[in-house]
Structures are given as C-alpha cells and as structure tokens.
C-alpha cells in the first residue's frame, strides 16, 4: 500500500467567528491511500483552538505514516500513532472506506449515494452583529430552512433575545426549530440564569452552555434547565472507557457528534451506542471541513436513518475548496453522482 498526502490552505469568503475567535484561514490534509491502482481519499481538518490536535504538527505524523505503508506496518500500529490525533483518525477511516468501495468517493453504498435519499440538515447563523445574524436568518428562512442553530453567548443576553423574538415573530415553533450554541461561554452560575431568559423562544436545545470539564456542574445545568441540553464540546478527547460514566452522569438530551473531532466513524458509532442506551438524542455536525470531509459525513449519517436536522456545513465557507460531492435543496442535502478531479 501507498500513502501520500497534500496540504491545503482554504481561505474564507469571510471571517468565521466563534466564541473563541476567529478564523480566516485554515489548513486541511488530504490523505491518499493507493493499492491495486485504487486510491481512497480522506480529510484531515482540525479546529485549532478546539481539536485535541489542533496544535499538532501533522505533516510529521503523516510522514511517519508514509513510511508505515511502504513498509507494511500492520494497522495496529497505525492506531497506536493515531491514537492522540482524532482528524488524522477521520481522514484514514475515510480513505480505507473509499479504497474498500473502488476509490470513486463513495464511502457508504446505499440510497443516498445513489441518490435516492436526502438528509435534512440545520441552518447555522454564524456570530456576527444583531444586525448581521437579523438578515442572514431571514435569507435562510427564506431559503426553505426550517431549522435554524444561533451562537449565543458572545453578546449580551438581551441583544440576543430581542434577535430570537424577531425571529419567532417571522415563524412560530411549528414552522421553526431553533438551536442554541453557547460554545461554554458562561460559568455555572451564569448558565441557568441566561438559559431562563432564552427559554421563552422554544428553543429545541442548547449546546455546552458551560465549558467542558465540569461534569458536576453540567449534570446540574442538565438536571434543571428549560431548555434541553446538548453536549458537544464535552466528548473531545474522552477515552472510551470513560465515556459510559461521563453521559450517565451527566444525564444530557444530546449529543453532538463530530467525526474530525472525536476520532472518526468507528468512534461516533460507539457513542451513539452509549446514547441510544440511555435513550439519549443525537445528531451529527461538519467542524469547518473542506468538501471530501462534508461528503463523508454526510454519507456516514445517511445510514443511521436519524430524521432529526444534522448540522452539516455545504463548503461555501470557502473561496475555493475541494470538489462538492453534495447540493442543497432548502433544508435538504443531496449526494452529487459525479465529482471533479481532486
């Protein structure tokens, strides 16, 4: 077998903000793995200030893996390189898939890649200005979303709750679902008293409203907020062995899952085991990928058969980015049969 790997750079159309920052470029790795005249293809993508190998130097981790093909290393020492970088465990897992299934970008056979099935998905309000985050949803509403997730917590509370009055004068909760995502932006004490405010807009949930690391407070917040909790943040870098005990403990309504971020497929699986068990929710979430990584999320979630709205990105965050595999119909997100040269 042969790995090879390329760096790119994306730059974005314009800043993306978070509670952390902002970025305005960032840099992904696409994996290749070759036999037989096959290649499958994966992404590397991690957040800088939220992946546990967002600071890591990646290239030198992947040329060690280049010398582990060509010598045939088993896998089990792939994993063993791996094990403390969850992007570069993504993008493996998604080439060995796509190398599995002819090397045609198609990781996951069935009806959404032959095109016979849609996966809903959410409108996301990037932070920005009152102003700013007014007009963008009003353009998704008017585009067909019929769910849309906020970033709250960097601006004041009351500034955020006239945004979502506005909002649910335009749509009721019938018509509109509303996520919340605080990123861990308040303290425990802080979180119920803002949660209190936003409860009046019917909102479906809210995303790590305290920072993670805190599991007695967050089973507080869990136990006593008006608003059902979601945990996102929370699971970066958990070791399975802790994870049953974190979300029994904890107790959430959700759990946000971010392949890049926590490891990859095989890893999501076993959280959504954990969750299902406790008849925890899920949905699935992009982490600012490129156009191979969105596409291999959205396959890998096409086959749970989840009906709730994912929290998947469609690459236009991009100047330029990597062959789109997917288009969007309103809230609707569909698998592209032809792609262009990577």
Known sequence: MQLHWEKHTLQFIKPAKTSRGEYTQKDHFLVFLSINGITGCGEAAPLPDL??????????????????????????????????????????????????????????????????????????????????????????????????????????????????????????????????????????????????????????????????????????????SPIPVALDEELIGVEQNNAASLIKTINPAYLVLKPTLLGGFSACDRWINLAEKQNIGWWATSALEGNVGLSAIAQWVATKNNPMHQGLGTGALYQTNFPSRTRTENDRMWFLQNRGTI
């Open 51 to 224: 992946s546990i190998d967002g600071q890591a130097q990646l290239e030198d981790v992947l040329t060690q893996l280049q010398y582990f093909a060509a010598e045939n290393h088993p896998i089990s020492e792939w994993l063993r390189l791996t094990d403390e970088f969850p992007s570069l465990q993504f993008a493996l897992e998604s080439a060995f898939l796509d190398l599995q299934n002819g090397g045609n970008g198609i990781l996951f056979p069935g009806p959404f890649t032959e095109g016979n099935e849609s996966i809903p998905f959410n409108g996301l309000v990037w932070m920005n200005t009152i102003e700013a985050m007014w007009e963008e949803a009003q353009v998704k509403i008017a585009q067909g979303f019929t769910c849309l997730k906020f970033k709250v917590g960097a601006i004041d509370t009351d500034s955020e709750c006239r945004l979502l009055e506005k909002v649910r004068k335009l749509k009721n909760a019938f018509h509109l679902t509303i996520r919340l995502d605080a990123n861990g932006a308040w303290s425990a004490d802080e979180a119920l008293r803002h949660l209190k405010e936003f409860a009046r807009f019917e909102a479906h949930s809210i995303e790590q409203p305290i920072k993670a690391g805190q599991p007695d407070a967050m089973q507080e917040v869990c136990a006593i």
